[in-house]
């Protein structure tokens, strides 16, 4: 997390190329009862389990009364929409109330909204998921290996999961993106490996201005000063990965602090 829908065509169970017809050969001599029977039509129930759109997601943080990173959330839905060939709908930024986490989910149907409290943010332990990363470039419902994980994470007492690509390449969590500080250079896995181009990473980026893109895998992450971004809870420190105690570094905290200024 992360893909586009591919058109598929489907031949008709039974049917035969090239179906006698005019000029056929005859039914030969003391065969006569025998009838050539066309296909039966495909049953409605087949044709109704063809695989549907997915939906598009944004989780939109409202703080002190507004949606800091609307903007950011409109740019990623409308380039999309544009790639998946989804109209691009008419939202309302959400306001006023109290701090919450606003989802945004853009179905073929229409455009459902839903609220939820902002979870915690006080540093999290991760382990890496053994379940791997799927393709995952645009925020859709089609989460499976990300729930999978998210259940291993359970079972060992973590908070959250980090996922590798099939080659070993470190991708994303289940619900946050993945950064590392490198010196004083800002760093995260390259989205050239098809993961989600997170907000909370844009917002980052347009705080410091650059961040590098790396493939680099989990052992070489061993012993970094990394943490965790998203949009809905801004930035937040690791404690620990795979059980090893997972360094700080003063820069984390001075982004979390204008994350959402």
């Not at 997390?1 to 050969?25: D, Q």
């Not at 709908?89 to 959400?94: A, G, I, M």
């Not at 006023?96 to 609220?115: A, F, K, N």
């Not at 690509?165 to 896995?189: D, F, K, R, Y």
């Amino acid at each position: 997390m992360a893909e586009s829908n591919e058109a598929m065509s489907r031949r008709i169970p039974g049917s035969v190329t090239g179906m006698a017809g005019e000029g056929a050969h005859s039914i030969p001599p003391g065969q006569e009862s025998v009838k050539r029977v066309r296909p039966a039509p495909e049953p409605v129930s087949l044709l109704s389990s063809r695989p549907v759109p997915p939906s598009l997601i944004e989780t939109v943080r409202v703080t002190n009364g507004t949606a800091p990173l609307w903007n950011l959330h409109l740019g990623r839905l409308r380039e999309s929409c544009g790639k998946l060939g989804i109209g691009f709908p008419t939202l309302v930024p959400p306001h006023g109330g109290s701090d919450r986490v606003c989802r945004y989910e853009i179905r073929p149907d229409g455009v459902g909204l839903s609220e939820r409290q902002v979870g915690p943010v006080t540093p999290l332990r991760l382990v890496t998921a053994r379940v791997p990363h799927k393709p995952y470039p645009f925020k859709t419902n089609d989460r499976a290996c990300f729930a999978e994980a998210r259940t291993e994470a359970d079972a060992a007492g973590a908070q959250d999961a980090v996922l590798l690509t099939s080659q070993g390449w470190v991708a994303e969590g289940t619900i946050w993106s993945l950064c590392w500080w490198e010196m004083n250079l800002l760093a995260a896995p390259a989205l050239s490996l098809l993961i989600l181009p997170g907000i909370g990473r844009a917002r980052l980026k347009a705080l410091r201005g650059h961040i590098v893109e790396r493939r680099v895998t989990r052992r070489a992450l061993s012993g970094v000063p990394v943490f965790l971004v998203n949009a809905a809870r801004g930035v937040v420190e690791v404690e620990s990965w795979d059980g090893e105690q997972v360094p700080r570094h003063p820069g984390t905290a001075r982004l979390a602090a204008q994350f959402w200024s």
